[in-house]
């Protein structure tokens, strides 16, 4: 019998760090505000050299869950106040894949705000290039296996992501990517969910009509068909 076996996934031992501590961070083991043992011993206590345990701090930082005080040491942020948007791939790490319903709806809401703006401006500004990708997103689309929910997310996403592109604001594309992983969560359990269905086909729809509102430069129209393909996304989320 032939088979084939893909490549184990084995974190680095920085990334191992970084697990580590994100979970004592976010469970609360480690309280907002505690200061972290020295790095001499925070190394030694898990098996891994100084300046990989340096690196793994350093990330922390920037997804806003320490600080790093020169002299003083690493203390541990609220993350609900301080954090970056590098945290949410952490946050459903932490919880293995599952959104909170809190960053669920947070998300929901977020993008209802960004891409009903993002649809607007698709359609005051979309170079002639960036219309032709979206055809050939709607093309790529109409010849998709609706049962195959990872070409759903994908495509969807890129549909997305080029709407924001075609805003001409650099800020939007740049902000979906940077919740890609989050962003995909939700839509996967959505495709999931509903491939192979007629709401598949309807989502399908949703994104020809965007795409005839922003050829014909219709703003307001482009606006108004972006929110309301997020709100039957919504309402068809598993779970709703």
């Given at each position: 019998m032939e088979f084939t076996l893909e490549p184990l996934a084995v974190p680095s031992l920085k990334e191992a760090c970084i697990r580590s501590l994100e979970g004592l961070i976010l469970s609360g083991a480690l309280q907002i505000g505690a200061r972290l043992p020295s790095e001499r011993t925070l190394a030694a206590q898990l098996g891994v050299s100084r300046p990989v345990?340096?690196?793994?701090?350093?990330?922390?930082?920037?997804?806003?869950?320490?600080?790093?005080?020169?002299r003083r040491g690493v203390f541990v942020n609220d993350f609900r106040t301080q954090g970056s948007c590098a945290l949410l791939s952490s946050l459903l790490t932490y919880r293995e894949g599952e959104l909170a319903p809190d960053l669920r709806d947070s998300l929901i809401a977020m993008r209802l705000l960004v891409e009903t703006e993002t649809a607007r401006l698709a359609a005051l500004h979309a170079a002639s290039e960036?219309?032709?990708?979206?055809?050939?997103?709607?093309?790529?689309?109409?010849?998709?296996?609706t049962t195959d929910s990872e070409a759903l997310v994908a495509l969807d996403f890129a549909f997305h992501h080029q709407v924001a592109l075609a805003s001409s604001n650099l800020m939007y594309p740049l902000m979906l990517n940077s919740i890609k992983g989050v962003y995909t969560n939700l839509t996967s359990q959505?495709?999931?969910h509903h491939r192979?269905?007629?709401?598949?086909?309807?989502?399908?729809?949703?994104?020809?009509?965007?795409?005839v509102a922003i050829e014909a430069r219709e703003s307001e129209t482009a606006r108004a068909v972006m929110g309301e393909m997020l709100e039957h996304g919504s309402a068809h989320l598993p779970g709703n």
């Amino acid at each position: 019998m032939e088979f084939t076996l893909e490549p184990l996934a084995v974190p680095s031992l920085k990334e191992a760090c970084i697990r580590s501590l994100e979970g004592l961070i976010l469970s609360g083991a480690l309280q907002i505000g505690a200061r972290l043992p020295s790095e001499r011993t925070l190394a030694a206590q898990l098996g891994v050299s100084r300046p990989v345990l340096h690196q793994a701090i350093v990330d922390l930082a920037a997804k806003g869950l320490v600080e790093i005080a020169p002299r003083r040491g690493v203390f541990v942020n609220d993350f609900r106040t301080q954090g970056s948007c590098a945290l949410l791939s952490s946050l459903l790490t932490y919880r293995e894949g599952e959104l909170a319903p809190d960053l669920r709806d947070s998300l929901i809401a977020m993008r209802l705000l960004v891409e009903t703006e993002t649809a607007r401006l698709a359609a005051l500004h979309a170079a002639s290039e960036q219309l032709a990708e979206l055809r050939r997103l709607l093309h790529a689309e109409s010849t998709c296996d609706t049962t195959d929910s990872e070409a759903l997310v994908a495509l969807d996403f890129a549909f997305h992501h080029q709407v924001a592109l075609a805003s001409s604001n650099l800020m939007y594309p740049l902000m979906l990517n940077s919740i890609k992983g989050v962003y995909t969560n939700l839509t996967s359990q959505f495709f999931a969910h509903h491939r192979g269905s007629s709401v598949i086909e309807d989502v399908f729809a949703f994104h020809r009509r965007l795409v005839v509102a922003i050829e014909a430069r219709e703003s307001e129209t482009a606006r108004a068909v972006m929110g309301e393909m997020l709100e039957h996304g919504s309402a068809h989320l598993p779970g709703n």
